[in-house]
């Protein structure tokens, strides 16, 4: 767990919008550009995808981003690679301190075999996302949504190799940045699950700014 405060002004980000909890947001960064995803409320998890804006066969790879730093949690410092081993982005400053990218994303299908088969009709990331894909790019389909970021999540390996689902380590205002080492497009589903502590029960809304290269 590294934590790092920005030096960055809200002020003078180039971009700044609120998504709604349970809501998508997809964009292209530029190379160079920061972006950076607040926790408002904390205990928020955010998941994210990450594509090479010109080739997006290329995209975010949680397995070699493990194995190249050698540690399954995502904080400052972490750089995030991708299927072609290229670095995407690089972590520059984070308040939250741990983030997973072995937990995955909730779907119908999830949500019905984790919790109740009645679940399976409430909004899920995986909704979200071919939702982000259907509506605002031209090349991403179902077959793109591979393993994600889930920033803010708390999903601890036990000594024996377990995964668990626990309550957040994030809180109100805690943030996460990172700088773009390439032309990329995020794809966020601020995820809408009501039925475990991820989001300590109660979805709520997240902010993304970006400042340009500097
Ligand atoms: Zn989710």
Same mark, same amino acid.
């Given at each position: ?9 809200a002020?003078?980000?180039?971009f ?6 349970? +809501? ?8 160079g ?9 904390g205990?928020? *998890?955010v998941? !994210?995808?990450?594509?090479? +804006?010109? %080739? #997006?066969?290329?995209?975010?790879s ?13 904080? =400052? ?5 991708? !299927? ?5 982005l690089?972590?520059?400053?984070? =308040? ?8 995955g994303?909730?779907? *119908? %299908?999830?949500?019905?075999v984790?919790?109740?088969? %009645?679940?399976?009709?409430?909004h899920?990331c995986?909704? =979200?996302?071919?939702?982000?894909c259907a509506?605002h ?7 793109d949504i !591979? +393993?994600?970021v ?12 377990k995964?668990t ?6 809180? #109100? ?6 700088? +773009? ?10 995820? #809408? ?6 989001n300590g029960?109660? #979805? ?7 400042w340009d290269?500097?």
């Amino acid at each position: 767990m590294t934590l790092k405060e920005s030096t960055l002004d809200a002020s003078r980000a180039a971009f700044d919008q609120v998504v709604d909890s349970g +809501a998508g947001f997809s964009k292209r960064i530029a190379r160079g550009q920061v972006l950076r995803i607040v926790d408002l409320e904390g205990y928020q *998890a955010v998941d !994210t995808l990450f594509y090479d +804006a010109h %080739e #997006p066969s290329e995209r975010y790879s949680a397995v070699d981003t493990i194995r190249e730093q050698g540690n399954v949690y995502l904080t =400052t410092g972490t750089r995030l690679f991708s !299927t072609e081993g290229n670095v995407l982005l690089t972590i520059v400053a984070d =308040t939250c301190g741990r983030h997973d990218t072995l937990g995955g994303a909730c779907a *119908a %299908e999830s949500n019905q075999v984790r919790y109740a088969l %009645e679940k399976k009709y409430m909004h899920a990331c995986r909704d =979200t996302f071919l939702l982000q894909c259907a509506c605002h790019t031209r090349d991403l389909t179902k077959k793109d949504i !591979t +393993a994600n970021v889930n920033f803010f999540m708390n999903v601890p390996v036990t000594p024996e190799g377990k995964l668990t689902f626990e309550d957040g380590v994030s809180g #109100p205002g805690r943030y996460v940045e990172m700088r +773009a080492e390439r032309d990329v497009r995020v794809l966020i589903s601020n995820c #809408p699950q009501l039925n475990n502590p991820c989001n300590g029960y109660n #979805p709520t809304p997240v902010r993304v700014l970006i400042w340009d290269a500097h």
